[in-house]
């Protein structure tokens, strides 16, 4: 874990690298809420004018090898979708990878709804933002990606999958019926790979979309189903007598998001279907590996309630049932 003296050192060294020498006027300054990063805030009073004066972040994933996701910020912010724009970002030699990006003001889009309004209002509102998304020129994302590795999602899932699956029976049976079945589903688009209520920020009539923590390219079946499994599973702690009722508030949400997106961009239900199924191997996968995950604590604690769920999933799409530790 960085404290706020290493996150200082990696800015000082970042733009010492430019030539510059900043001068902070606060910070940095750690910010709650980042599950899998590093968050940072700070002001500098000297340094380079684009990012001298206004409160920013310091984004600092756990990943230190794991560029894709500011390559893709940084890209689909330059093509115009609400995202915050990536001020500077790389990989250094000491620090690991960065991202310094302006401070979005607002609450996140569920906080901004309410419980039974976004019920309603955010399954439509997350299917906007992912059409937005999916109809960018994927050319200038994939062009920046080429230098990086594990950006082709459905690839990096189903290679997740068989380095767990190669000591799980069970798994490697799966591993093979998503092989044997992946579906044909059209060109790679920008996907955002996590896209759900926590991660979009309303700030009067302005949206931001953070956390482009699995970001890459892939269909748009993709993302399409990774949200709909966050909606259906909740992957959050919850009171073990209200999970039931939870998820089947979720599965209802779920399917309202599905239809809203297909009615602006027509999908096949069977080919999201193959991708939730992968997604939630994905998840069973890793969580068999929980002294190794490379999850953060939080995701895996959050996920971990929701195994059963993710479980049946798999043997409804596939026969195969994966029992725990099996």
């Not at 206004?54 to 560029?67: G, K, N, Q, T, Y």
């Not at 953070?210 to 909606?231: I, S």
């Not at 190794?292 to 195969?320: E, Q």
Request: negative net charge; contains cysteine; hydrophobic residues 45%.
């Amino acid at each position: 874990m960085i404290d706020a003296d290493g996150a200082r050192a990696l800015l000082t060294a970042v733009l010492a690298e430019s030539g510059m020498q900043p001068e902070f006027a606060s910070g940095p300054t750690r910010l709650e809420g980042g599950k899998s990063a590093e968050l940072f805030t700070f002001c500098l009073s000297a340094g380079p004018p684009d990012i001298t004066g206004p409160e920013l972040v310091l984004r600092i994933p756990a990943r230190r090898d794991w560029l894709v996701e500011c390559v893709v910020q940084a890209t689909v912010a330059e093509l115009g979708f609400s995202t915050p724009p990536a001020l500077r970002f790389g990989r250094h030699a000491d620090h690991g990878v960065f991202l310094v990006m302006p401070r979005i003001p607002g609450s996140a889009l569920f906080e901004s709804t309410g419980l039974r309004r976004s019920l309603r209002e955010v399954p439509a509102r997350l299917a906007e933002l992912l059409v937005d998304l999916h109809d960018l020129d994927p050319t200038p994302t994939r062009a920046a990606l080429q230098l990086e590795s594990g950006w082709q999602l459905v690839d990096q899932t189903l290679a997740d999958i068989e380095a767990v699956a190669r000591r799980s029976a069970p798994l490697t049976a799966v591993h093979d019926w998503l092989t044997a079945r992946r579906p044909d589903d059209g060109a790679d688009v920008a996907c955002h790979g996590d896209l759900h209520a926590f991660n979009v920020l309303i700030h009067d009539e302005m949206t931001a979309v953070l956390d482009w923590e699995l970001a890459g390219l892939a269909p748009r079946a993709f993302d399409v189903a990774r949200t709909r499994l966050l909606l259906h599973a909740v992957p959050m702690e919850l009171p073990r007598p209200v999970r039931p009722l939870i998820e089947r508030l979720g599965r209802r949400t779920a399917d309202r998001f599905e239809r809203s997106y297909s009615t602006r961009r027509p999908i096949a239900p069977s080919t999201v279907l193959w991708h939730e199924t992968l997604h939630a191997t994905r998840i069973v996968a890793l969580l068999e590996e929980s002294a190794t995950t490379p999850m953060a604590p939080a995701v895996a604690d959050g996920w971990r309630p929701t195994l059963p769920l993710l479980r049946r999933i798999i043997a409804r799409s596939t026969g195969i049932v994966v029992e725990p530790g099996g």
